[in-house]
């Protein structure tokens, strides 16, 4: 089961706390902690080519089951992102329950018009050094319930809106979400060292330069450096 952080978050987002508000609880939870100002982190990020070739979607197997618990991962991040809890019926079944898609600034009644977002996609993560990953390690990449900033439930419209577009294409229509998206987005890089190209870079430099340092906290996977 995933920390509550995010919820934390998606709570004084939809209550609709400022910007810097926000940041600031993000920040306080982050305080004490090792970390990596984001502005350092982007330019620790290894910059190289990506590369396509090979994709399948299929090669990310995902939503398990890990904790044999009868919820998988997506049933997972619903129930820590939840705004009001669903009901769990058998198998892990929810029904009812409210969240709220920071992306969109949208609230969801009911599961059903969720999807659970990978933040860095499973392709981007390919292309980033994943092609150079065991299967497990992509699995483990599209299952990641130990970083809570890895996967998020949004909109089913705001996330094939964003399908698998890195940052410099696609950033959350809500403004005030930018900068946390910004944070949730290197953290997966720095955590799975995956790779930005030239482009992806810049746009990270570009765009946190108007945001807070926050600091990058995360524990890294074991996975190899991209090449």
């Not at 009868?70 to 009001?84: G, H, N, Q």
């Not at 094939?160 to 998206?181: F, I, N, Q, T």
Request: net charge negative.
């Amino acid at each position: 089961m995933r920390t509550k952080s995010r919820a934390r978050l998606l709570v004084t987002l939809a209550a609709g706390l400022t910007l810097a508000g926000s940041m600031a609880i993000l920040q306080t939870s982050a305080a004490g902690a090792d970390g990596i100002p984001l502005r350092e982190a982007i330019r620790a990020l290894p910059v190289i080519g990506e590369d396509r070739l090979g994709y399948e979607r299929t090669a990310f197997r995902h939503w398990i089951d890990a904790d044999r618990d009868r919820c998988s991962t997506r049933s997972e991040v619903l129930l820590t992102e939840a705004v009001t809890p669903p009901a769990v019926g058998a198998g892990c079944a929810l029904t009812g329950g409210r969240w709220y898609s920071y992306y969109d600034a949208t609230y969801v009644d009911g599961p059903s018009g969720l999807d659970i977002d990978h933040v860095v996609p499973l392709a981007e993560a390919w292309d980033s050094g994943a092609s150079q990953w065991t299967p497990a390690q992509r699995q483990a990449y599209a299952n990641d319930l130990d970083e809570p900033r890895a996967l998020v439930a949004v909109t089913a419209r705001s996330n094939r809106s964003k399908s698998d577009k890195d940052v410099a294409e696609w950033l959350p229509p809500h403004a005030a979400a930018r900068c946390g998206y910004l944070v949730d987005w290197v953290t997966v890089k720095t955590r799975w060292h995956l790779a930005v190209d030239d482009i992806e870079r810049d746009a990270l430099v570009r765009e946190a330069a108007v945001c807070p340092d926050l600091p990058i906290v995360t524990t890294p996977a074991d996975t190899p450096l991209p090449s």
